[in-house]
């Protein structure tokens, strides 16, 4: 599928959202939720435990599907369409939790990663090379490339399962990063990192979205949110109450309001 770009801005992975409903039995997990990622931009998702983050990314990605509702991807409906499909559209998601292969090498891990078949050529376009074939000394190439970008060359040859929880993260976001995607969904990229590790994830983000990439990113560490993300959208019990600059927006009584009802609950 290729990518159309936004107009006003050339970029891509105008990430839009209009209605989205999911729910598991009587609970109302994703009530009629609209807002759009624009592209270029670092958008926030965050929300008290149970707010229906995780499963609105899970609908956007592909792994589940929604009730109602329509997601596009610069402007090309991806609602509905399997997780492949959605890959190749030009979306990547990273886990809260990471998922490498333990016993690969972090290089492999990389490499397995399958080349999308069409669109827009992130990585390949910034390293200025065009289109680089599926040869593997060029794939070699690439992902030694994406590696040393996440600052992981010390560990490129050890089982991705030995190096600590923060370097996994970091291989998550190389991972996507591997398929020269337009937009990266970010699963609590700060979750159980060390400060150390924490800038260098927080720098890379900056980095990348400086060259064009669009972040939309679920976070409960409201510094990092604050200082990363260009807006914000507020998730409570299924609906967005909010919107806007995240220092705005996380002042405001009905979002505190909602976070210590959520930390109560
Ligand atoms: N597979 C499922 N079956 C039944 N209920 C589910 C399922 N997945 C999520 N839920 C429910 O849907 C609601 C939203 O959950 P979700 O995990 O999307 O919230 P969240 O905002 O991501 O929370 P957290 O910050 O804790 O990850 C919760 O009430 C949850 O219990």
Redesign the pocket.
């Known amino acids: 599928m290729q990518t159309a770009q936004t107009p006003e801005t050339g970029k891509t992975g105008r990430l839009e959202i209009r209605d989205a409903r999911k729910a ?2 009587s ?1 109302r ?1 994703v009530d009629g939720v609209s807002f759009t990622a624009e592209a270029g931009r670092i958008t926030g998702l965050v ?1 008290p ?8 990314f899970n609908a956007i990605a592909g792994e589940a599907s929604l009730d109602s509702g329509t997601v596009t991807l610069d402007g090309a409906q991806i609602g509905g369409l399997g997780p492949h499909e959605v890959f190749s559209s030009g979306l990547t998601r990273t886990f809260q939790i990471p998922r490498p292969f333990a016993r690969m090498t972090v290089l492999e891990n990389l490499l397995v990663v399958p080349e999308r078949q069409a669109g827009e050529r992130f990585w390949n376009n910034w390293i200025g090379r065009g289109r680089v074939s599926r040869q593997e000394a060029e794939l070699r190439e690439k992902a030694h490339d994406v590696i040393a970008f996440c600052n992981l060359s010390a560990v490129a040859m050890q089982p991705a399962g030995s190096i600590s929880g923060g370097q996994q993260k970091l291989v998550e976001l190389a991972r996507a990063l591997m398929a020269d995607p337009g937009i990266v969904l970010l699963d609590e990229p700060g979750a159980g990192v060390n400060p150390a590790l924490l800038d260098t994830i927080i720098e890379r983000i900056v980095e990348l979205n400086r060259r064009g990439m669009t972040f939309l990113i679920i976070e ?1 560490n409201m510094d990092l949110i604050t200082s990363l993300c260009d807006s914000l959208v507020v ?1 409570a019990a ?1 609906q967005k109450i909010a919107e806007g600059k995240p220092r705005e927006v996380i002042a405001r009584d009905d979002v505190v309001e909602a976070y210590l009802g959520g930390a109560a609950a």
């Open positions: 598991f039995g609970v997990a929300g435990n149970g707010a229906g983050k995780t499963t609105l409960h998730m299924g």
